[in-house]
Each structure stands twice: as C-alpha cells, then as structure tokens.
T-cell receptor
Framework: AQSVTQLDSHVSVSEGTPVLLRCNYS??????LFWYVQHPNKGLQLLLK??????LVKGINGFEAEFKKSETSFHLTKPSAHMSDAAEYFC????????????FGPGTRLSVLP | EAGVAQSPRYKIIEKRQSVAFWCNPI?????LYWYQQILGQGPKLLIQ????????DSQLPKDRFSAERLKGVDSTLKIQPAKLEDSAVYLC?????????????????FGPGTRLTVL
C-alpha cells in the first residue's frame, strides 16, 4: 500500500531563516511526488512536482525539493522564510504512472514568526 | 484560464438531512475528483471520474454518498442522509491527464472547496 509520512505536524521558523518540511513515502512503483500548499480558506495550490526527471525540483515562491530514492524522501526547503509562507503544506504521492491516484500526507502547518 | 469552481462555499445542515455540492472543472479536463478533508487531516479521495465514467469509487460510502458526471463536464456530489461525521471540506479537483497519458499533465487543480457543517 502507498502512504505518505510528514514527520512534523507543526514547524515554526523566524522570518528570513531556512525552512525544512520533511516527507517520506512508500510506493511499490516509481512514484510521482508533489507538494501542495493550502492557505486559510483557499484552495490547494501546487508548489512543485517530481515525475522521474531531475531529482532536484524547483517550484514557485523560492521553494525546492529533492527526490532521494534511497531514503524514500522528498523534503521541501526554502532558503529564507517570508511571512506569506505561513500555511498548511501537503506532500502527495501518486504511486504509479498509469492512473492518477493521489495519496495525501497529513500535512505540516508552517508558522513564520516576525 | 478559469479555475475549478465549486458551490456552495458553505453549508450548514442538521443530521439526517440531504445536501448536494456542485463542481465545474477547468474546461477540457478529462478527469475529475472529489475529496473529503476532515479538519486537521489531508484530503481523502472519494471518487474519480474520467470523462463521464467512474474510475475509482472504492472509498465512497455508497450507502449515503452518490456522485455523477453525466455529460463529462460538471459534477454533483450528494449526501443523503448526512451524519455528524460528514462535517468536512469537500474539494473538487480536475486534471487534463487520462489514465496512461503523459506524466507532464499529471497535476491536479483544486477548487476552493465547500465547508459542510452537520449539526
């Protein structure tokens, strides 16, 4: 069975400091992986995706993630946090490349302190 | 390009009542999804359509939930009768990809959701 683990339910950083949101997955196949962000009372927005091309993926708003198959990880990073980054972040695995079944992680709430 | 539209945005009902949600996907997107997001959790897939056919409804509680996409465009999700545990945000998403299609088109685009409160 496919699953996604987000190791931290809540991460708090100061504005201007680096952000690290951790994600580990399990999948029987070569997965596609995504990070989505959800601001309060707004829809889910795609930050970035990995689909078996370059293992370092750059997304919007300065975020990037690195696919590490040996560690089954897809951690999200940003060099410098901004107040507007405060939101809920979801790691998502699409476990096979035929269908398009999305499995969401439980989410990590990012707080950015002034 | 217009995004995924959903209505209503909020709904409050009493248990045992019925409720329906509507979704209009992005024009031309073949695949449509309904998710349930309970507070504090990630979205859970309820049903997936490709055009007007059901691809996956394994997690849809079929004794009370139903969904249709009659013309392969708009979709409705219905709950009848509602229970307290159905309180959640119901998200609709669409994707241009069909099963086996290019992975470059495999992202999903989400609507703003409908927040349902069952009293």
């Amino acid at each position: 069975a496919q699953s996604v683990t987000q190791l931290d339910s809540h991460v708090s950083v100061s504005e201007g400091t680096p952000v690290l949101l951790r994600c580990n997955y399990s999948s029987s196949y070569s997965p596609s992986l995504f990070w989505y962000v959800q601001h309060p009372n707004k829809g889910l927005q795609l930050l970035l995706k990995y689909t078996s091309a370059a293992t370092l993926v750059k997304g919007i708003n300065g975020f990037e993630a690195e696919f590490k198959k040996s560690e089954t990880s897809f951690h999200l990073t940003k060099p410098s946090a901004h107040m507007s980054d405060a939101a809920e972040y979801f790691c998502v695995v699409s476990p096979d490349n035929y269908g398009q079944n999305f499995v969401f992680g439980p989410g990590t709430r990012l707080s950015v302190l002034p | 390009e217009a995004g995924v539209a959903q209505s209503p945005r909020y709904k409050i009902i009493e248990k045992r009542q019925s409720v329906a949600f509507w979704c209009n996907p992005i024009s031309g997107h073949a695949t449509l999804y309904w998710y349930q997001q309970i507070l504090g959790q990630g979205p859970k897939l309820l049903i997936q359509f490709q055009n007007n056919g059901v691809v996956d409804d394994s997690q849809l509680p079929k004794d009370r939930f139903s969904a249709e996409r009659l013309k392969g465009v708009d979709s409705t999700l219905k709950i009848q009768p509602a229970k307290l545990e159905d309180s959640a945000v119901y998200l609709c998403a669409s994707s241009p990809r069909i099963a086996g299609g290019p992975l470059t088109h495999n992202e999903q685009f989400f609507g703003p959701g409908t927040r349902l409160t069952v009293l």
